[in-house]
């Protein structure tokens, strides 16, 4: 692979993950893992209001992340791709050993303040 193509699958690879990179995006994507839905569905489970779905969306819908199909008068959301279900479960993961590395040490940190208290 030349430079130009590892450049170009690299920032292929850093805008799918911009795609990602908003926490309502990723509930909204925890939420499609588990089938088809509308704006109003998606609206209502979150609490927002209908633009800031349809924003969201839209960013998801032009990385190829989701996709749209019309019902009626009603527009679904699904997932693309099954695997951004096993990539945000592989995150999770990551996340949650990045939190038990940090409560490790704050019950480290903790035992040498008591350790250093009582001196």
Known sequence: MSKAEG?????FKAEFFKALAH?????????LREG???VQELQG???????TVSQQLAVLRAKHVVRAR???TTVRYAVVDP???DLLDVA?????????GTQTLLRALSREGRRQARR
């Open 7 to 11: 450049g170009a699958l690299q920032s």
């Open 83 to 85: 695997s951004i279900g």
């Open 23 to 31: 926490p309502v995006r990723i509930h909204i994507l925890e939420m």
């Open 45 to 51: 489970a979150l609490g927002l209001d209908q633009s």
């Open 70 to 72: 019309k019902e009626g």
């Open 92 to 100: 999770r993961r990551i996340f949650n050993n990045q939190l038990t």
């Open 36 to 38: 088809e839905q509308s």
